[in-house]
């Protein structure tokens, strides 16, 4: 799980794809979801949700997916022109397994759960999602929070604003506001969940100024792995990924042999048409 495209998801899936068709069972996509969570975390011991292998069993051809991790439902958009991304890794290999980052995020996340449920009056509030608090009464009790899991609040709140928003655009087909939405999720990412080597970080503000680019975001949470970009849908693609190597690399030349970047767009997910 190098890339940081969700590649120990896509892994683990394609396993439980092969061994169901080698016993001729037959797994709907949200049972495999479900499946690869729990490999995710009781054999990788990664704290994280469906989000991942969800994008990757749920999607479909052309469409975005507005995935509601809580209810498990998937809602695809459609869209007549579609956008047009770049993925650019950056050559930064740090397995999550290997690392607490992630899953003191989450438990981070969690903590930020409990408070609010307490300063909501519930007096033995345990670690719990943040999706427990309704957006409404999160902006009333904000101000209570510690600085740290007020940070991871604001950022889990806010991404979930710019969610509903993206797939909004998406439908609209208003690449530009799809493209700043991505711009200020990366921002949130670093500032308030405090993910992002400089690395990555360095590749996100290289491709999100570069010309032809609507907007970049991190791969994931940001440790290692990917950028992908929004691009104008016809700016020559060798000539932008000629100037993020330039700045990229002057900076971090150690990387040469190792980046790579790859045009892509929504497909249709493991076991749909």
């Not at 479909?60 to 956008?83: M, N, Y």
């Not at 999706?131 to 899991?149: F, Q, V």
């Not at 405090?194 to 690395?199: A, I, K, Q």
Request: proline share 4%; aromatic share 8%; hydrophobic share 40%.
């Amino acid at each position: 799980a190098e890339a940081g495209l969700s590649s120990s998801a896509a892994i683990g899936l394609a396993y439980l794809a092969i061994l169901a068709a080698a016993n001729d069972l037959s797994l709907s996509p949200i049972e495999l979801v479900d499946l690869d969570r729990q490999i995710e975390n009781n054999y990788l011991g990664l704290k994280n949700g469906i989000l991942d292998p969800a994008a990757i069993a749920l999607s479909e051809s052309g469409c975005l997916s507005l995935i509601d991790c809580k209810r498990q439902v998937c809602e695809r958009i459609a869209q007549g022109e579609p956008f047009r991304f770049v993925a650019v890794y950056s050559g930064i290999r740090e397995p999550l397994v290997g690392s607490s980052k992630f899953n003191d995020r989450v438990a981070e996340c969690m903590n930020a759960g409990a408070a609010l449920r307490r300063l909501a009056g519930e007096r033995n509030a345990t670690p719990q999602p943040l999706g427990n608090t309704a957006h409404d009464e999160y902006e009333e009790l904000k101000d209570g929070l510690e600085p740290t899991l007020a940070r991871r609040a604001r950022h889990f709140f806010t991404e979930s604003r710019r969610v509903l928003a993206g797939a909004e655009a998406w439908r609209a087909g208003d690449a530009a506001t799809f493209g700043a939405l991505m711009n200020e999720s990366a921002l949130s990412s670093i500032h308030n969940y405090e993910t992002g080597s400089p690395e990555l970080i360095a590749l996100f503000e290289t491709l999100r100024d570069a010309e032809g680019v609507h907007g970049a975001r991190f791969c994931g949470a940001g440790f290692r792995g990917c950028c992908v970009a929004l691009v104008e849908r016809n700016f020559d693609l060798d000539s932008l990924l000629d100037v993020v190597s330039e700045r990229y690399l002057a900076r971090y030349p150690q990387f040469a042999s190792d980046m790579w970047a790859i045009e892509t767009g929504a497909e249709a997910g493991l076991g749909r048409p």
